[in-house]
């Protein structure tokens, strides 16, 4: 939690506790979901912490019937916000299931990682899309490529 409140806080000096967002505080996302895409969040410490976490490439390696420790690549996925009050939260809602790429190599995992922290105040979503694959599966220089992207 406190990581996500210092990247907030990137943008919005004044938050003090992650039970002050709302939705004004937050990135705008055109696609009137949860997912946010701008202010630099999915390149946050938070998002980076969870993504680099032994936990979730515990995970994947699991998945992929890797050792542990096997080299792993991955995309940067974006992270979900919803505050109380949430605009994304309200109405009907939408159907997120979908396929995303799938290399010949085999299958591609993508998870969500839900939190659920104290002294957050009731939010409705703090998550983390995360997607891993083995490294040997990239195609030569897709790591440069990926870091020119950002």
């Known amino acids: 939690a406190r990581l996500l409140l210092r990247d907030l806080q990137r943008l919005r000096p004044e938050l003090r506790s992650l039970a002050e967002v709302r939705e004004h505080h937050l990135p705008r ?4 979901n949860d997912l946010r895409t701008g202010g630099g969040l999915c390149h946050g410490e938070f998002a980076w912490f ?23 690549t991955g995309s940067v996925d974006v992270v979900a916000l919803a505050p109380p009050g949430c605009s994304a939260s309200v109405g009907s809602g939408k159907n997120w299931l979908h396929l995303d790429y799938s290399p010949p190599q085999g299958r591609i995992w993508q998870a969500t990682l839900q939190l659920f922290p104290r002294g957050a105040g009731p939010w409705e979503r703090i998550a983390i ?6 490294a040997a599966w990239a195609a030569p220089g897709a790591q440069g490529a990926l870091l020119a992207t950002c």
């Open 29 to 32: 996302n055109a696609a009137a």
């Open 129 to 134: 899309m995360v997607c891993k694959a083995p």
């Open 50 to 72: 969870l993504r680099a976490h032994p936990g979730v490439a515990r995970v994947f390696e699991c998945l992929f019937g890797l050792p542990q420790g096997a080299p792993l």
